[in-house]
Structures are given as structure tokens and as C-alpha cells.
């Protein structure tokens, strides 16, 4: 089995604030749908453009249209799992609305 951790003690970490934004955020997400182009099978998968990727800009590696010194692209990357902390705060958001709507 494989297991991907990422360091997450309370200790380690400093000026801890909640997310409050987490809708305003998530809506500047930009989900698609394409293929790769490497990919001859065409299979459409569900993902992001990294540059668009503004609301969480520490889930994004790579410049837009780098290049090396050989003039080839420097493709930039997406660690998806990043994502999640504002998913969750945009979720508890939500339902803290309906819950109020549901009360009135």
C-alpha cells in the first residue's frame, strides 16, 4: 500500500487562521474537461488549467509558458490534494447557510 502524508502537527505550524473566504475562493476555480495529447486513447478526464489555479496558488509548481534554455516547454503541475482544505471550508460554509435557512 502506499501512503502519501504531508506534515500536519499543530506544532509545527504558525499563524493559524480559519478560512473564511472559502466560497468567494471556490468560485474562481475553474474546473474543465479535456483530454491529454499524448493520450491516444482521447479519454476526457475532469481537472484544471494550473494557471487559472489562483484561489490556492501553493497547489500550483511552474511558471505559465516557461520554457528552458533549449527553448522547450517547462509544463507546470497541480497537487490536486491541495485543494481540499478550501473545498471543506467552502462546503462548511454552505451548510452553516442552509442551516440558517432552515431555521427561519
Request: net charge negative.
Amino acid at each position: 500500500s502506499v501512503s502519501y502524508n504531508t506534515s500536519s502537527d499543530y506544532r509545527l505550524k504558525e499563524n493559524i487562521v480559519a478560512i473564511s473566504d472559502g466560497i468567494t475562493r471556490l468560485k474562481t476555480l475553474q474546473p474543465k474537461r479535456f483530454n491529454f495529447i499524448i493520450d491516444e486513447t482521447n479519454t476526457l478526464v475532469d481537472g484544471f488549467l494550473a494557471h487559472e489555479v489562483t484561489a490556492v496558488p501553493e497547489a500550483i509548481t511552474g511558471t505559465k509558458d516557461e520554457v528552458d534554455s533549449d527553448n522547450k516547454p517547462v509544463y507546470q503541475g497541480i497537487d490536486q490534494s491541495k485543494l481540499v482544505p478550501l473545498l471543506v471550508a467552502a462546503v462548511q460554509e454552505l451548510i452553516g447557510k442552509v442551516e440558517a435557512l432552515e431555521a427561519a
